[in-house]
């Protein structure tokens, strides 16, 4: 438990637009919203384009060293996420609508037993919109992540398993429009995680390697808004890192996101980018901040992302 948490052309069919009639129905990405209005305004659905970047890239992650009993390691950081453009299903840059969100979240990680720990990712969104049907602004809790890691087998790389779940613990907003906290489903999604050092060598160098099989089910906790009809997707994040002078980690990491069927109407993919910095500030003690940008995206957003954050843990022996 050496290493530290660092906390990612055509118009798109018409199945991926909000669309508002006069029969009193929103879809957005399959997800009847009711609501009265009198006219047809079709508007790009920003949550729905925009949050796959925004909110499955957290800046907290899980890596494959296991906490054992009684250790743990708890973060309060805040992260700006930023898109002023957007990807379409066939990759096509669009900028008819924008969406940042400022999320403030706890995540944390506490050893249960030898080898095995409870971990969680609890976020609270603030989040703007803007796109032809005009300017809205949300904000609410948003996907809370809970899972159970385990290392059960003892091999020459740290290696661990992992069961998630994401709740979503918010409602969609009442305004037409307006920009949600999540997809509103929950989703379980299963993970392998395998990584190592180098300092046999001598070399203060880290890595890992985290994915994971995320089944997205349509349930939530609003029976009168089920959740999207999206496919099932392949998740990882793969980072290195180096300590500089045995005081400051820098990593480089990269996350996708990329659904094993793609339907082009309502599923979203990505991959994203980008350095970090940890600094310990005393044996409890660090500062850690990270960044990334989007070079792929389908059906989602373009944009950039930076956070940081405050943790605290135990003393390493």
């Known amino acids: 438990n050496t290493e530290h948490r660092t906390p990612n052309t055509e118009p798109p069919p018409i199945e991926s637009l909000f669309y508002f009639r006069y029969t009193g129905t ?32 957290p800046a907290a992650a899980a890596s494959p060293w296991t906490l054992d009993r009684g250790e743990y390691f ?10 002023s453009e957007y ?15 400022l999320t403030s979240y706890a995540y944390g990680e506490v ?33 809370t992540l809970l899972s159970v890691q385990a290392s059960p087998v003892d091999l020459q790389l740290p290696t661990s398993i992992r069961l998630e779940t994401k709740l979503p613990l918010y409602a969609a907003p009442d305004e037409p429009g307006a920009p949600i906290a999540g997809d509103h ?38 029976a009168q808004r089920p959740g999207g009809d999206y ?15 045995e005081l400051v980690d820098l990593s480089i990491g990269t996350s996708a996101f990329l659904p094993y069927s793609f339907n082009e109407a309502r599923d979203e993919a990505y991959v994203t980018v980008g ?4 600094v310990p500030l005393t044996e409890r003690i660090a500062v850690d901040a990270d960044a990334y940008f989007t070079p792929y995206s389908r059906n989602a957003g373009a944009g950039w992302a930076i956070s940081a954050g405050i943790s605290l843990m135990n003393p390493v022996d």
């Open 26 to 57: 929103v879809t957005i990405t399959s997800n009847p919203y009711r609501f009265t209005m009198k006219s047809y305004i079709p508007v790009i659905a920003i949550t729905a384009v925009f949050l796959g970047t925004a909110l499955y890239a």
């Open 74 to 83: 708890l973060q309060l950081g805040q992260s700006y996420y930023n898109a």
């Open 87 to 101: 990807r379409d299903a066939g990759g096509g840059i669009r900028d008819d609508a924008s969406y940042s969100n």
């Open 111 to 143: 050893g249960l037993f030898d080898d095995v720990h409870l971990q969680f990712y609890a976020p609270f969104v603030a989040a703007w919109s803007e796109h032809e049907a005009g300017s809205f602004q949300h904000h609410s809790f948003g996907d």
């Open 185 to 222: 489903q929950i989703d379980v999604s299963g993970w392998l995680s395998v990584g190592g050092g180098l300092h046999h060598w001598e070399i203060p160098m880290y890595f890992y390697l985290d994915a994971g099989y995320v089944h997205r089910t349509r349930a939530n906790f609003d």
């Open 231 to 245: 496919s099932d997707a392949f998740s990882a994040r793969l980072e290195a890192g180096y300590t500089v002078a």
């Open 275 to 278: 350095p970090g910095v940890f």
